[in-house]
């Protein structure tokens, strides 16, 4: 009976909770709130986010969720490198690429946590070796996926 508990607790801290559904932004560490929405489809193995303004087309990007590593073309020259994976109920993302000039590199990482009730997610933006980019801010549920 105990080493069923403790494998339970062992299983809780691997959770990967659905993220899907389409979310609006609620709070920002910096600059100001935007009226854009952000929709999430997730799989098995992939995560597609999709952020939404009115009046404008969609801007979709895929990552994997098991550790694998993509390479696609970004803002249509440039090459970047995604993965993705969960860590104790939280999924990161990474992405790594060319950065706004030609020598400079740029890593970017993503961590997504999502609150006990389901109906806010929280998006921490880091930029690996320039932290002063670095923000954060919270997005809440505005329909579920079923």
Known sequence: ???FALFG???GQDSRPNLTGTWREIRISLGPVTSGLTQI???ESTITLGIMFPNQSAL???YPTDGKVITNKRFGHKSAKKTGYWEKGKLILESSG???LPWR???TQEI???SEDGKIITITMRHIGDPVHDYSFDL???NEEL
């Open 1 to 3: 009976l105990l080493l």
């Open 41 to 43: 489809e997730q799989t």
């Open 98 to 100: 060319e950065g706004n």
């Open 105 to 107: 590199r740029s890593t």
């Open 9 to 11: 607790v062992a299983f």
């Open 112 to 114: 997504l946590s999502l």
């Open 140 to 142: 809440e549920r505005v």
């Open 60 to 62: 979709w990007t895929v």
